[in-house]
């Protein structure tokens, strides 16, 4: 019934935008903490930008200053804001959440691929 699904990847030059959304579904379900993580090839998954129900947010050294995450709570939707891209944020990036409302819970998105040219 809980799904994650994100959206707003593509190809981009280095230095250009994306923003990505994610979007909750499921009527008894309410994301608590909300996460972006990437995965490239070869490399284990990391956590990019968080953001809890109260609007706190972290941001991995690597995108602080180009990268902003957003929510909204009534749309169960979030958002990461990539701007000043450079082809190391090239990867899938993955949203995740966990559950207010069950403890111990947690789901994950499918991935949406975002490339950087060179």
């Known amino acids: 019934q809980v799904q994650l699904v994100e959206s707003g990847g593509g190809l981009v030059q280095a230095g250009g935008s994306l923003t990505l959304s994610c979007v909750a579904s499921?009527?008894?379900?309410?994301?608590?903490?909300m996460n972006w993580y990437r995965q490239v090839p070869g490399k284990q998954r990391e956590l990019v930008a968080s953001?809890?129900?109260?609007?706190?947010?972290n941001y991995a050294d690597s995108v602080k200053g180009r990268f902003t995450i957003s929510r909204d709570i009534a749309k169960k939707t979030a958002y990461l804001q990539m701007n000043s891209l450079k082809p190391e944020d090239t990867g899938v990036y993955y949203c995740?959440?966990?559950?207010?409302?069950?403890?111990?819970?947690?789901?994950w998105g499918q991935g949406t691929q975002v490339t950087v040219s060179s």
């Open positions: 499921g009527s008894i379900f309410s994301p608590n903490t």
């Open positions: 995740n959440a966990d559950s207010l409302l069950r403890a111990g819970r947690e789901y």
């Open positions: 953001i809890t129900r109260g609007g706190n947010t």
